[in-house]
C-alpha cells in the first residue's frame, strides 16, 4: 500500500516538473533578472560616451551633447536602481560610471582641451567602467543561453 502512495506521489512530481518546465520553454525564458533593455542600454551608452571623449581633444565642448549623454546615464541609473535589491550590482556600476563621467566632464571643463594622452586614458577607464557593468549584467543570464 504505501508503495503505491509513494509511486503515485513520484509520477505526480514528475508530471509538475515536466508541466512547469514546458511552461518555461513555451512563454521564452525561465525567470532571470537579466534585463535586454539594461544591457542595449548599456552598450549604446558606451558608444555615445566614447564618441563624446573623442570630441574632448578639441577647445569647444559640445555642452548640448555632454547634457544629452548624462542624461541617458541618469535614466538608466534609475532604472536601474527601481528594479530592486536583486539588481544592486549593476545599478551599484552604473552609479559608478555616472560618477566617473561626472568627473571627467569636470577634468575636461578645467583645461582648453585633453591631450591624445588624456584622451586615450580617460576613454579607457570609462570604457571598463561599462564593460564591468555589461560583464555583470550578462552574467544573470549565464544558465539560460538559448
Avoid at 518546465?21 to 558608444?47: E, I, R
Avoid at 571623449?53 to 544629452?68: C, H, Q, R, T
Wanted: proline share 2%; with cysteine; aromatic share 12%.
Amino acid at each position: 500500500m504505501k508503495k503505491k502512495m509513494v509511486a503515485k506521489c513520484m509520477v505526480v512530481a514528475v508530471c509538475m516538473a515536466a508541466l512547469l518546465s514546458g511552461c518555461g520553454f513555451k512563454f521564452g525564458k525561465f525567470p532571470t533578472y537579466f534585463d535586454d533593455v539594461t544591457y542595449k542600454s548599456l552598450t549604446d551608452a558606451k558608444a555615445d560616451v566614447l564618441f563624446l571623449y573623442a570630441s574632448f581633444g578639441e577647445p569647444v565642448l559640445d555642452m548640448d551633447e555632454i547634457n544629452g549623454v548624462r542624461l541617458n546615464i541618469a535614466r538608466l541609473h534609475e532604472y536601474e536602481k527601481g528594479k530592486g535589491a536583486a539588481n544592486a550590482a549593476t545599478a551599484r556600476q552604473i552609479g559608478l560610471i555616472a560618477n566617473a563621467f561626472a568627473d571627467h566632464v569636470k577634468n575636461r571643463m578645467s583645461k582648453v582641451a585633453w591631450t591624445p594622452f588624456d584622451m586615450e586614458d580617460f576613454k579607457e577607464n570609462i570604457a571598463e567602467y561599462f564593460d564591468i557593468a555589461i560583464k555583470t549584467e550578462r552574467s544573470k543570464n549565464k544558465k539560460w543561453k538559448k
